[in-house]
């Protein structure tokens, strides 16, 4: 359960679809982790470049799980970069 500037109590599931708007995706499933700390979006295809003088990444992510043809290209700035690793302690 979430409380809305409203203070509405809006709850919601485990799993649920949820739109970004900022970059704009209409629908995607998320997982509701209400105890972390930040989010992840599995992205591929991510080139970065620099359009004025602003560092820029454009990254494609599949709409839907096992429909590899549902694709949603998006462009963000880069606020912050990191390593990452599995649950393996290996890099990726």
Known sequence: MIKTPSN???TFG???WVALCEP???AIKAKVDTGARTSALHAFDVPEYSESEVQRVEFAIHLLKRDNGAVNVCKADIA???VLTDSGGHNG
Do not use: L
């Open 24 to 26: 704009v995706i209409p």
């Open 8 to 10: 509405e109590i809006v």
């Open 80 to 82: 912050d970069e990191r």
């Open 14 to 16: 485990w799993r649920e």
